[in-house]
């Protein structure tokens, strides 16, 4: 701590207010287990990165740089290893005349300045440059060059669109093989190593009349690409219909496929949708992240009351969990996040899935597939005859589904599924309008969870915004919180237009003795909302207030995705 006390930025950034004597304890903690340097500290601690380069160039009179303006094809001295750089956020650009010239977010890391000269044996000369870009910078360390994209719409003008070979197609496509000469598909492999570079999610490629365009789903929101030339579109479709094994010939009806695809030593797995539409082929490609399946409960932006809610419910041995929310809110991921805590040697899980989006070691994951009679259903049957412990069902869609299920919780399984409704208490009015018994409901029902995702604020760029505490108020804030700041959007080179990433908004229900009575006795959803509000229970509103509070997200955000 006495070291960073004579740090002339940490001196500016305590003076103005930017952090507190907390955040530098726990900074001198996280360099200390990390090896990393202060500013790399306070960014792992939300510490605004825009907030640190602006006092850093009031105090400092090392050059600005803009990494941007680089050219990342000369050869760099190679004094540090890529780790070493990014977690001390210094990047050596150029060795002249025995002058060696290094871009760095602090200027005042004497430790990291003289461990550099002692290695180069040469006079450092510290360039300043925004955190942020230097994070960029490391993030995007041999990935995808979106300009090379697009130039390759020039070598697809000159080859005129004709049926391609599409014979075998591999296995795994190795998305940054320079062997193979053809436009299309270097621009389909470069398409998709950008998308996985920028954490998409789904890809669209869409035919229109006089234009094609290919469209990015980042952080839950859609944003074009691409572009290219639309005498393509049908070259596009067949490239992609051959890499995940789909009939060319047949273009009248929707097929179904999968590919799997290698980048940098890493299999990533793409479903395929492909539909006909007035113009041409529609594919959509939705990736598969593989990391879901590991996730730890922890990070998923549960409150501590909401663990202990989950962790109780899923340790019965029987009863019925439900996960409810829109297409695209992360219920599977809560679901495969519930399995992999129950997933043990001595225990039975069977899934039945719409589709099988992550394969889980040691889970015996059924594909449904209504086309030969295996739904949701069927499977369940099946699975009651399999000794199961836990049963995982993808979606209750019709009365037959739930008669079963909720059966399978009465006999002594744990059973977890999913519904669409809008909220935790809207859960048990929809399973009384699909014709389910209140007491089969009253005596199964253990937990619902309800959830949404928001846009994360980029913790590099998020600054304090002015916001009509009247507006505030008429959200739903109270006024303790609206005494607290609340951030917005800014954009930078890390993020997209403001946001990175996304937070689960939760409302966690447990079924409590009242509530059960409340079931029987037909009481509305509002009725039970009331209730699940004087027990405590977060409703979606309230958790999204707390996590714009906390400034993890925005009050747009906040609009965006949850309603009265």
């Known amino acids: 701590m ?232 049908d070259q596009i479709a067949a490239r992609i219909k051959v890499m995940s094994q789909l009939d060319i010939t047949e273009k009248r009806v929707p097929q179904d496929g999968r590919i799997k695809v290698s980048l940098k030593g890493k299999i990533i797995d793409f479903r395929i949708s492909v539909c006909p539409t007035l113009w041409g082929e529609k594919v959509v490609m939705r990736i598969l992240d593989s990391s879901a399946a590991n996730l730890n409960i922890e990070i998923l932006g549960f409150t501590d009351i909401q663990k202990k809610n989950i962790f109780d419910a899923i340790a019965k041995p029987q009863g019925m969990i439900l996960v409810t929310g829109p297409t695209g809110s992360g219920k599977t991921v809560t679901l495969y996040t519930c399995l992999g805590i129950l997933n043990k040697p001595t225990t039975n899980i069977s899934t039945a899935e719409d589709p099988v989006e992550i394969n889980l070691e040691g889970i015996n994951q059924v594909p449904v597939n209504p086309k030969v009679g295996l739904d949701f259903a069927a499977a369940l049957k099946s699975f009651l005859r399999q000794d199961p412990d836990i049963i995982m069902v993808g979606e209750i869609r019709d009365l037959e589904t739930a008669d079963i299920a909720i059966k399978a919780a009465q006999t002594g399984h744990l059973v977890l599924s999913t519904l669409h409704t809008n909220s935790a208490p809207e859960t048990l009015t929809r399973l009384i309008n699909m014709g389910v018994e209140t007491f089969n409901i009253a005596s199964t029902v253990h937990l619902i969870i309800a959830q949404r995702l928001a846009r994360r604020l980029c913790s590099y760029c998020k600054e304090p915004v002015r916001v009509d505490p009247r507006t505030l108020e008429g959200l739903g804030f109270t006024s303790m919180q609206l005494t607290g700041e609340i951030f917005g959007p800014v954009g930078c080179d890390m993020c997209n237009k403001g946001y990175k990433g996304r937070v689960g908004i939760y409302e966690v229900m447990p079924i409590s003795d009242t509530m059960e009575r409340m079931i029987l006795d037909k009481a509305s959803a509002v009725d039970i909302a009331d209730q699940a509000e004087l027990e405590g229970v977060d409703s979606i509103r309230k958790s999204a207030i707390k996590a714009v509070v906390a400034g993890v997200t925005s009050v747009d955000e906040l609009l965006r995705v949850t309603t009265d």
């Open 2 to 233: 006495t070291r960073l006390m004579q740090n002339n930025l940490v001196k500016a950034l305590l003076a103005k207010s930017i952090i507190t004597k907390e955040h530098l304890d726990r900074a001198d903690t996280l360099m200390q287990a990390e090896r990393c340097s202060f500013v790399k500290a306070l960014l792992t601690l939300n510490i605004s990165a825009n907030e640190i380069y602006k006092v850093t160039q009031e105090i400092s009179n090392a050059p600005r740089f803009d990494m941007r303006a680089f050219d990342l094809s000369i050869k760099q001295p190679d004094f540090l290893t890529t780790e070493e750089m990014e977690k001390n956020l210094i990047f050596p650009l150029r060795l002249k005349n025995g002058i060696l010239y290094v871009a760095v977010a602090d200027p005042f890391d004497s430790r990291m300045l003289e461990t550099l000269r002692f290695k180069s044996r040469a006079i450092i000369e510290p360039v300043l440059v925004a955190p942020s870009q230097l994070v960029a910078q490391f993030q995007s360390h041999g990935g995808v060059n979106r300009e090379k994209l697009q130039n390759l719409f020039n070598q697809m003008e000159k080859e005129k669109p004709s049926d391609q070979d599409n014979s075998e197609a591999a296995v795994t496509f190795d998305l940054l093989s320079e062997t193979d000469n053809s436009p299309i598909i270097r621009f389909i492999n470069g398409v998709l190593a950008d998308a996985i570079t920028r954490g998409v999610s789904d890809l669209h490629f869409e035919p229109y009349e006089h234009s094609y365009r290919i469209r990015f789903r980042i952080d839950g929101v859609l944003q074009e690409a691409f572009a290219p030339p639309e005498a393509f579109r």
